[in-house]
């Protein structure tokens, strides 16, 4: 990792997958699945992940949990609160206000 901190990494990989969605709108009726990118703090990871809107606006509604492509949990910094298929979902330390997500 560079020198940007884990939760500044994460929150410009968010930004990136907002913008994604933002212009995915006039699609999302006729797609199932949204590729959106890694959001480790790994700010060379490059990998993407795919989940559906609803999982997106699921995961979006709780403050401090982040999507990463399965295998890119780090245990030892992060808690896993969801797991699928597609991704891992993810909080960081000091995000602990909010309960488990739900997938």
Known sequence: MNSIGIS???DLFRAVNERIV???VPILSKVDLIWLICECPNDECT???RMTQAEYDAMRAEPGVYAVV???EQRELEEVVGRT???VLIRMPGDRATPDVRV
């Open 8 to 10: 500044e990494s994460s």
């Open 47 to 49: 990998q993407a992940m």
């Open 70 to 72: 399965p295998g890119h």
């Open 85 to 87: 298929d597609h991704y």
């Open 22 to 24: 933002e212009l995915a």
